[in-house]
């Protein structure tokens, strides 16, 4: 039932009062602001068409094996520039942070999204420039690495992203995907680097444990 009545709430107000802190499961070394049952997220999610589903509010298998792996082998990202793409609650770019990345950029569409990368970058003391923007469609950021957890989740979308890492990758930019062989993964342009069982939220995993993959970008795609 659509309440288009009652004004939205401030994100951040919001997701401190009701998105409890926990560690993430797999990566108890970071914690994040996390949905649960009594959440009441519509409230500040919408219901409307056009608003963008709150992927942010859980942690999904392709963060959580990037995350994984980054505090498994900081020297991947230590010294160096990172861009999360789609970056949701900030997992991964925290992860970055933690492991010695000299700067971290975290990048999503969703204005929720990105109040509670700021809210989980202080839990965790790192921090994280924001920008809320869609980039696929613009020119490579100016990066070292670009890490891109759980964004072929949908066959159009998948097309446009897939361009723009190629389009990074040809600028110079390494290229790190994580995922837990979703439908519209383009497995042939990706070699698997690192697999890590971690929980997943997304899909129909329900938070249950799957292997998920790290990825590099192949140079021959």
């Not at 999204?113 to 921090?127: P, S």
């Not at 420039?129 to 100016?142: G, L, Y």
């Not at 670009?146 to 190629?166: C, E, H, K, N, S």
């Amino acid at each position: 039932m659509k309440r288009s009545g009652m004004p939205r709430p401030d994100p951040a107000v919001f997701i401190k009062a009701n998105l409890p802190i926990s560690p993430v499961p797999s990566i108890p070394e970071i914690l994040l602001h996390t949905a649960g049952p009594a959440s009441g997220l519509w409230r500040l999610a919408g219901r409307e068409e056009a608003d963008p589903p709150p992927y942010w509010a859980y942690p999904w298998a392709g963060g959580a094996v990037l995350a994984r792996h980054l505090l498994d082998r900081p020297e991947t990202v230590a010294g160096r520039r990172v861009v999360d793409l789609g970056a949701g609650s900030g997992l991964v770019a925290i992860a970055a942070a933690k492991a010695g990345a000299r700067a971290v950029t975290a990048v999503d569409i969703d204005a929720n999204a990105i109040a509670a990368i700021g809210l989980n970058a202080a839990i965790n003391g790192v921090t994280i420039a924001v920008i809320a923007a869609d980039i696929i469609e613009a020119s490579p950021p100016e990066t070292d690495v670009l890490v891109v957890g759980d964004l072929f989740y949908d066959p159009a979308l998948a097309v446009r992203v897939i361009a723009f890492l190629r389009r990074c990758q040809a600028a110079g930019v390494e290229v790190l995907i994580g995922d837990p062989m979703r439908v519209d993964l383009p497995q042939t342009e990706l070699r698997r680097i690192a697999t890590h069982a971690v929980a997943d939220f997304g899909g129909r995993a329900g938070g249950r444990a799957v292997q998920a993959g790290v990825f590099l970008l192949s140079s021959d795609g």
